[in-house]
């Protein structure tokens, strides 16, 4: 085992927290049977005691030790399990007595997956504990997909970052809890879009949204309307004539191809301009690629950031979602950009070395 992993794992057996990546976006570990570590979780994050985290496990064997599946949905979880972990899905099932009340906010129920990312499953298989781990962001704000946005989010609050690159999928996990309906395919309801799409799930059971008796969509405890939200005001447009700009203010376009004659590259004379998808891999390198783009908008000194729709299709749904939170509870902001700029970035997938830094 390399250094880096040694010492993460001696850390989260002292009861400490470290961050480290998983195929999502980095999280911010901590061994989970234990109360006192996951506190420094919720102190070094900011994050409210209301807000669940997700329990990670190194084998699908180990689901009996955090949760309790019931009988009328055993084979669903069998199947949901065997085709996506280690992957992106989250299930949302009946909660173990071994698991302490802080990580599931006293629910009933605990939030499981287990992560694909070689270097977390090290660190958790080693461990010989399921790790709780939130992403490694101060609570609300963009989720971190490299080691430096981790230390720019908590740097000298947590004793640890391990490096591995930045992250292949580039979006936190789907999470869903289950249904089951007697002589059908279940329901799954869907708590937060993600990676796993609405269409994989489908052949499994029916994917609805999660409502309340009065019909209100309802999410994860921790879902937030205004989430993943950069400082700078972040405005979705649906439509190109939906701008309407402000003299003297610096606008940055984020734009889905970034294509020279598209409809909002056009529109306006941009400060700069960052794309999701400048290598036309389309949605799966935009999933990638979403928070490192809006983070450099972010630090680029503008009044506003605008962002141009995708389809919502797909990963497209995972996207728009986190989209229109970062938009939601931000300003409008308005004016008219001066000077020009483009800058795409690099932020595809690469696997590398854990090296503690
Ligand atoms: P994060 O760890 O930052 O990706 O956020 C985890 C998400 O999982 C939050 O939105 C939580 O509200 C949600 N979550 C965790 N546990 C549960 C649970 N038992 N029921 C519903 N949602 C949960
Ligand atoms: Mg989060």
Not at 294 to 322: C, F, K, N, Q, W
Request: overall charge neutral; glycine content about 10%; hydrophobic content about 40%.
């Amino acid at each position: 085992m390399k250094d880096a992993l040694r010492e993460a794992c001696a850390l989260l057996q002292q009861g400490e927290i470290v961050a480290l990546p998983t195929e999502t976006v980095y999280g911010l570990a901590a061994d989970a049977f234990n109360p006192a570590a996951v506190a420094k979780v919720f102190a070094a994050k900011q994050r409210p005691a209301f807000d669940p985290l997700i329990v990670h496990i190194a084998s699908r064997g180990d689901l009996k030790t955090v949760a309790l599946v019931p009988a009328d949905i055993a084979d669903t979880v069998e199947q949901l399990t065997k085709t996506f972990w280690p992957g992106p899905l989250t299930l949302i099932l009946p909660r173990h007595p071994a698991v302490p009340d802080l990580v599931t906010s006293g629910l009933p129920t605990v939030a499981v997956r287990q992560s694909a990312h070689p270097v977390f499953r090290a660190i958790n298989k080693a461990l010989g504990h399921p790790i709780a781990a939130p992403s490694a962001n101060r609570f609300g704000r963009i989720s971190p997909t490299s080691a430096s946005a981790v230390i720019k989010e908590l740097g000298g609050r947590i004793p640890l970052v391990v490096d591995a690159g930045a992250c292949s999928e580039g979006l936190e996990s789907t999470i869903i809890s289950i249904e089951p309906r007697a002589g059908k395919k279940p329901i799954f309801r869907l708590h937060r879009a993600g990676p796993i799409t609405k269409e994989q799930l489908q052949q499994f059971g029916r994917v609805e949204k999660v409502r309340d008796v009065a019909g209100q969509v309802l999410l994860a405890p921790g879902q937030l309307a205004s989430h993943y939200a950069p400082r700078t005001p972040l405005v979705l447009l649906e439509k190109p004539a939906d701008f309407q700009p402000e003299a003297g203010k610096r606008y940055g376009l984020l734009s889905y191809t970034g294509a020279d004659d598209g409809p909002y590259v056009t529109l306006h004379d941009w400060d700069c301009i960052e794309s999701l998808s400048p290598g036309g891999g389309k949605l799966a390198e935009a999933a990638i690629r979403l928070f490192f783009v809006m983070r450099t908008l972010d630090e680029a000194g503008l009044d506003a950031i605008i962002a141009e729709p995708v389809s919502e299709t797909g990963l497209g749904v995972a996207i728009m979602d986190r989209l229109r939170r970062a938009a939601s509870g931000t300003g409008t902001g308005t004016g008219t950009g001066t000077g020009t700029g483009t800058g795409t970035g690099t932020g595809l997938a690469k696997s590398g070395m854990a090296d503690a830094i």
